[in-house]
């Protein structure tokens, strides 16, 4: 059973996709919005091959570039304009950003400032950088 944090992921890029075929007028794809979501978070997430995600989904491996593509574009366009983001950073006393998704380590603090560094994901204290 899947969890309810995966469920509103493939919700929410089904979603997106739908308001964008109904924006462009497409008129239909081969496969619907929900399966489309979940093969491309497939190749996303668990990094699987487009030429096992097409052959097992009767499309070709281009159609799932082409999916891919479109839903990475689609997310980028709902991410706050770097300028923005930056801004944010300034205004909460951040000093330095990284962009790559790296997690650097660092001791654990005190008081409210505690939880707020500690990564579930890496079990441990550390700044998080922005994917």
């Not at 093969?39 to 097992?56: K, N, P, S, T, Y």
């Not at 650097?104 to 707020?116: E, S």
């Amino acid at each position: 059973m899947p969890s309810a944090a995966v469920t509103r992921t493939v919700k929410h890029l089904a979603d997106l996709l739908r308001r964008h075929l109904k924006a462009i007028r497409s008129r239909w794809r081969i496969l619907p919005p929900g399966k489309i979501a979940v093969i491309v978070l497939a190749v996303l997430r668990h990094d699987q091959r487009l030429a096992d995600m097409a052959g097992g989904n009767n499309v070709s491996e281009s159609t799932v570039r082409r999916w891919r593509d479109e839903l990475i574009t689609l997310l980028a366009a709902q991410d706050p304009r770097l300028d923005r983001a930056l801004k944010k950073v300034a205004k909460q006393g951040g000093e330095v950003v990284l962009i790559d998704g790296t997690l650097i380590p660092t001791q654990r603090r005190t008081g409210k400032a505690d939880r707020r560094n500690y990564s579930g994901k890496h079990p441990h204290h550390g700044l998080h950088s922005s994917p």
